[in-house]
């Protein structure tokens, strides 16, 4: 079945570029039908968007974010990674990666990643 | 503080029924379906209830979600102490432009 790992860093300094990537396994990337994306969640508290991409490129980002998020997609090995810039101690946060399935009014993901712990510290 | 309302914490006793709420607006949960998560202790969420009240392939019928108006609500019945986890509503919210989740609710199975 569809599977999703997180890597990378678990330690970025203040306003440092945190860089994540997701890898998929048992399914590609490049299907038509479907949006990956980014999500994350502070220590104790709920969840949060970041964005999403789709196998050729487009990308959906959360205002919010936008200005320091980048969502890149590599269909050859099978990836999607995030880079988000800036970092301060308020993206301490479990960084999710998922498929998202996103149609006019349809917004959902299945499956998710366990998740990578990114603590923003000096 | 969450686009989306759900209370902070719902209980009941085991075999017994609860609901959890999701409050919205039109520009969101008025206008886009609604799907719900569940998060078990220390692990990542997990697909509960899609498209308002479809569930994915292996979650039991005990699960439910309805939605009216501008709320949703995830209905679980047989209550089980496995049950006990947070649960997130989530939609898209057509004004702010962005995926938006609803604060979770803690289930405890006294």
């Known amino acids: 079945q569809l599977q999703l790992q997180e890597s990378g860093p678990g330690l970025v300094k203040p306003s440092e570029t945190l860089s994540l990537t997701c890898t998929v396994s048992g399914g590609s990337i490049s299907s038509s039908s479907y949006y990956w994306g980014w999500i994350r969640q502070p220590p104790g508290k709920g969840l949060e968007w970041i964005g999403s991409?789709?196998?050729?490129?487009?990308?959906s980002y959360n205002p919010s974010l936008k200005s320091r998020v980048t969502i890149s997609v590599d269909t050859s090995k099978n990836q999607f990674s995030l880079k988000l810039s800036s970092v301060t101690a308020a993206d301490t946060a479990m960084y999710y990666c998922?498929?998202?399935?996103?149609?006019?009014?349809?917004?959902?993901?299945?499956?998710w990643g366990q998740g990578t712990l990114v603590t923003v510290s000096s | 503080q969450s686009v989306l309302t759900q209370p902070p914490s719902v209980s009941a006793a085991p075999g017994q029924k609860v609901t959890i709420s999701c409050s919205g607006s039109?520009?969101?949960?008025?206008?886009?379906?609604v799907s719900w998560y569940q998060q078990l202790p220390g692990t990542a969420p997990k697909l509960l209830i899609y498209d308002t009240d479809k569930r994915p392939s292996g979650i039991p019928d005990r699960f439910s979600g309805s939605k009216s108006g501008t709320s949703a609500t995830l209905g679980i019945t047989g209550l089980q102490t496995g049950d006990e986890a947070d649960y997130y509503c989530g939609t898209w919210d057509s004004s702010l432009n962005t995926v938006v989740f609803g604060g979770g609710s803690k289930l405890t199975v006294l």
């Open positions: 998922a498929r998202h399935v996103a149609r006019i009014e349809v917004n959902w993901f299945d499956p």
């Open positions: 039109s520009s969101n949960i008025g206008n886009d379906y």
């Open positions: 991409i789709y196998y050729s490129g487009t990308t």
